[in-house]
Structures are given as structure tokens and as C-alpha cells.
């Protein structure tokens, strides 16, 4: 039987290899500057022989930075560092896009320029702590409510930041709307207190996530444009009382822009499948996340639940894991103590099998 993992799929005008991909991670080693440097040129290159890459969370803007030591796509020296990072992985076959991530309300501003704004939907603190390396865990700041210019202007910088990420190299680029950061607070009922067009119903909760999905597509072209969701996830302190009506009208209102890929995650409610919620509302392609081992990532293929599986942590430890899959070889285990400490180890100092 042939392994569906190693069917090559295009993801709109993406032609990937294979359909394992490696899940977005923050692993919080850039440096000065907010820039990636060798080391993420070393992390990336030696995972290329994933069907895509989809990069940690990186910054639209100064004010969409929340933790430490996270990346950029906000200025030129971010852009020429991250075109290191590219060519190497388009050098060995690879394809990499970049994760727009703006943390909206949660971050602070130990962690930000000088300068730099913690902006959300309404002026409501996340209850949860972040770590930061100059004050150790402190509370996320109280967000400023976003204004309706204020909200043109962060679309405007998911928009200059998806131009940077095309002239970095990046074959496309993926909107974060889940794990509670802006787009997610905009969909949440306790982070979206607004009485305007961009709060209240379900529609008008996903208007902020919808219209910035538009204005990636028109920038650079929806076939290079996905969308990674979680309908359900509590994390950072977000809640909607009635996931599957929120995200049908996320989902409803963003199909006609016939989108490359919907990055969709399990959901944590267990009455809720959010893949077949996916699947019910967006027709194109569909990469499925979460806890998935190279067995079940086949068997939910052969079953149709998705196009191409998403795998994180065991890319951690498993640089080589595509080939570790294709010849059935054991997968390393990693640390959690290295997972976002700065420099080589725990981040590319995992070797490679030695089977030969
Ligand atoms: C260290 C680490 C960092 C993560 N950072 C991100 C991130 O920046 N963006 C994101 O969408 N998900 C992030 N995630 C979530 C993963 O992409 C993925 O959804 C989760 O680990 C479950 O997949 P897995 O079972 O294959 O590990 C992170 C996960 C880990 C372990």
C-alpha cells in the first residue's frame, strides 16, 4: 500500500513534497533586533524534508510582539535575516511559510520596543502571566481597545508584513488566530466587549479575523495565504459560549476567497470535531493538527478527515523526521527545559538518526 503521507500535494501554489508538515513553534531564540540568525537558519534547514514548514510565530509590527526573544517581519534587517533562513530550506527542496502572530492583550512591555503599543479588541487585562527576561513572570499589560483606525492599521501591518514575508523568500504566509491571540480575541466573548461591527454576534466577532484574511489574500495572492484555527481553546483566557457557530461564520465569510490551506486543530471540547467542522465549511485543502503519531496521521488521511498532517513536538527532537516516518525509524524524545532557551542547545544540537 502506498504511505499517503508521501503523496506530494500542492497547498494552493504551494508544491509541497510530501504532507507532513511541521507545525508552527515559538522557540524564542532571536536575537538582537528581533531578528533570526544562523542558528534558525541551522533549525530550519535541518527540517526541510517536511512538505512545508510553517515557522514559529512571527511579529506583523512592534506592538504585535508578547514574548521574549520572538522574531519580526517588520523591518529590512528582519527581512534579510529571515532570507537566510529561506533559501536554505528552498536549497534542499523544502517550502517554509511564516506565521503572522500578533499577541494583541497578551504580552508586556518588558518584552516590547520602546514605543510599542499592547492593543486588543476592548480593555480587558488576559488573566494569565508572561514571562519576561527582565522582570521575570509579570502580568500581561491592560490592553488600549482597539479604535476603528486603530484596527485599519493592524490589518495594514498583517499586510506589510506578509509583502516582507514574499520578499524574504517565504512561500506564503499563515494568519495565528487561535491560542488566544488577536484574531482569537476578537472571536471570544469575554476578550470582545465591543458594541460596534466588530463585536456582539458571531459574524461580527469573526469580522476582524475574516477582514484580515481578505487583506492578506489581495496582497499576496490566496493561493499563498492559510489560516490555522482552534475552535474551542481556552488558552490565555478566551471563551465563546458557542464554538461551532463562531467559527462557521469565521469560516463562512473567508471561503469565497478560495484560501490555500485551513490549519485546524482539535478541539478540547470533546463533543466538538473540529475537523469535520472544518471540512463542512471550507472545500479546499485542510492540514490536521494535534497529538497526531505517524500511524494515526496516515489513518486519518486514508479516511479523508484531511489533506496533510501538522506535527510539532516531534520535530523538536526529530530533525530528520520525515525520513524517520518514510523508513519507519525510531523518534528521539526532547527536553522541555531547552524548548524556548536561547542559543543551540535543545534547539539544533538533536542529531539525526545514525541508520543507515
Ligand atoms: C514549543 C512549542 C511552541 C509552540 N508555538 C506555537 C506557535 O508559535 N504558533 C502556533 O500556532 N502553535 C504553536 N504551538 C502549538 C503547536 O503548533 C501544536 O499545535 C501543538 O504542539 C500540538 O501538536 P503536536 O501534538 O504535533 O505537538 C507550539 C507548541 C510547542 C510545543
Not at 511564516?98 to 504580552?107: C, S
Amino acid at each position: 500500500m502506498t504511505d499517503p503521507l508521501f503523496e506530494p500535494i500542492a497547498l494552493g501554489e504551494i508544491a509541497c513534497a510530501n504532507r507532513i508538515v511541521m507545525a508552527p513553534m515559538t522557540r524564542s531564540r532571536a536575537t538582537a533586533g528581533d531578528c533570526p540568525d544562523e542558528l534558525h537558519v541551522q533549525y530550519y534547514g535541518q527540517r526541510a524534508g517536511a512538505g512545508l514548514i510553517i515557522t514559529e510565530g512571527v511579529q506583523p509590527s512592534i506592538h504585535g510582539k508578547g514574548y521574549a526573544r520572538t522574531p519580526g517581519l517588520h523591518d529590512a534587517a528582519q527581512v534579510e535575516a529571515w532570507r537566510a533562513v529561506t533559501a536554505r530550506v528552498h536549497g534542499a527542496g523544502g517550502r517554509i511559510v511564516a506565521q503572522l502572530m500578533h499577541t494583541g492583550r497578551v504580552g508586556s512591555h518588558h518584552n516590547k520596543a520602546p514605543g510599542a503599543r499592547t492593543v486588543a479588541p476592548s480593555a480587558v487585562r488576559a488573566q494569565v502571566r508572561i514571562w519576561t527576561d527582565t522582570a521575570g513572570l509579570q502580568d500581561c499589560d491592560e490592553p488600549e481597545a482597539l479604535t476603528e483606525a486603530g484596527i485599519g492599521a493592524v490589518i495594514d501591518e498583517y499586510v506589510a508584513a506578509a509583502r516582507n514575508a514574499r520578499a524574504a523568500g517565504f512561500d506564503g504566509v499563515e494568519l495565528h488566530a487561535t491560542s488566544g491571540y488577536l484574531p482569537m480575541q476578537f472571536l471570544s466573548a469575554n476578550a470582545n466587549l465591543r458594541t460596534d461591527a466588530w463585536g456582539g454576534s458571531p459574524a461580527a466577532r469573526a469580522r476582524f479575523a475574516a477582514r484580515v484574511m481578505e487583506a492578506l489574500c489581495a496582497a499576496i495572492g490566496p493561493g499563498r495565504v492559510g489560516i490555522r484555527i482552534c475552535p474551542g481553546n481556552p488558552f490565555n483566557d478566551v471563551t465563546d459560549p458557542d464554538p461551532p457557530t463562531t467559527y462557521a461564520a469565521l469560516l463562512g465569510a473567508i471561503q469565497p476567497l478560495d484560501y490555500a490551506w485551513l490549519h485546524v486543530i482539535r478541539s478540547p471540547l470533546p463533543e466538538l470535531d473540529a475537523f469535520a467542522l472544518a471540512r463542512a465549511h471550507y472545500a479546499g485543502r485542510l492540514i490536521l493538527n494535534d497529538g497526531f503519531n505517524p500511524e494515526s496521521a496516515r489513518a486519518a488521511l486514508r479516511a479523508g478527515r484531511g489533506d496533510a498532517i501538522s506535527f510539532a513536538r516531534l520535530f523538536v527532537g526529530n530533525p530528520d523526521l520525515v525520513r524517520r516516518i518514510r523508513e519507519g525509524l525510531p523518534l528521539a524524545e526532547f527536553d522541555r527545559n531547552t524548548l524556548y532557551t536561547p542559543g543551540a542547545a535543545g534547539y539544533t544540537d538533536y542529531p539525526e538518526s545514525d541508520a543507515r
